[in-house]
């Protein structure tokens, strides 16, 4: 994917940001299993993620922070060390040397642990609390690409999102004829300004998107 169609859809994105960047900066702020970035990743969840419980009793949203706050707290070890990769220069076959488990599989542990998040829901915990590494997805960004919702296909979604951003990165290095870092850089003002967000967040725009007008047709 060219970098100008990157931005081209993504600059249709309509959500907002408040809910996002609030979330985002509370994790931030505070350890990733503290009650700060609990409630951070939840107030997200509730809002992105409404239809999976507002058909719910209240004992199931409480069943689901209790469930979290525990996962957080005995698979942290698995999320830290993943806190600085990023998806465009990420090897997922490097191995986690105190960990004793490659990339991939640490990813994989921790979808699975969530799972009960749901699909959705469980990508959008790993965006907040890895938010350089993981790209969202919903049923309808699923549905575009023709993938299921497995642990698997989430992991084969992340290989082929970090292949496009690739490219677009690529794309703009080529035409302007600067280093990888300066042209992520670049990208990112063009659509955010000073305001910077997440390249994972960029691709989840133009995903967001690209699926909610193929799936409107």
């Not at 997200?44 to 199931?60: A, D, R, T």
């Not at 990023?86 to 191995?95: A, C, F, H």
Request: glycine content about 4%; overall charge neutral; aromatic content about 12%.
């Amino acid at each position: 994917m060219n970098y100008k169609e990157l931005l081209k859809w993504a600059s249709h994105y309509m959500p907002g940001y408040e809910v996002y960047d609030l979330a985002l900066s509370m994790i931030s702020k505070y350890d990733v299993d503290s009650e700060e970035a609990i409630a951070g990743i939840f107030m997200l969840l509730f809002c992105w993620n409404k239809g999976y419980y507002q058909e719910k009793p209240f004992s199931y949203a409480d069943e689901h922070i209790s469930r979290f706050r525990e996962v957080i707290r005995s698979e942290k070890k698995y999320i830290l060390p993943l806190r600085n990769e990023r998806i465009e220069k990420v090897d997922l076959n490097k191995t986690i040397e105190e960990l004793g488990v490659t990339i991939r599989e640490s990813i994989y542990h921790l979808f699975s642990a969530l799972k009960f998040l749901g699909s959705t829901g469980v990508s959008k915990a790993l965006h907040l609390l890895l938010p350089h590494l993981m790209v969202m997805w919903d049923s309808r960004i699923r549905e575009f690409y023709r993938i299921g919702s497995s642990v698997n296909d989430f992991l084969e979604f992340q290989v082929k999102m970090k292949r496009e951003l690739e490219e677009a990165i690529a794309s703009y290095m080529e035409e302007f004829k600067v280093s990888e870092d300066e042209a992520i850089l670049k990208i990112l003002r063009m659509k955010y300004g000073d305001n910077l967000r997440p390249l994972t967040k960029l691709v989840d725009e133009y995903n967001w998107v690209i699926a909610s007008r193929r799936t409107a047709r």
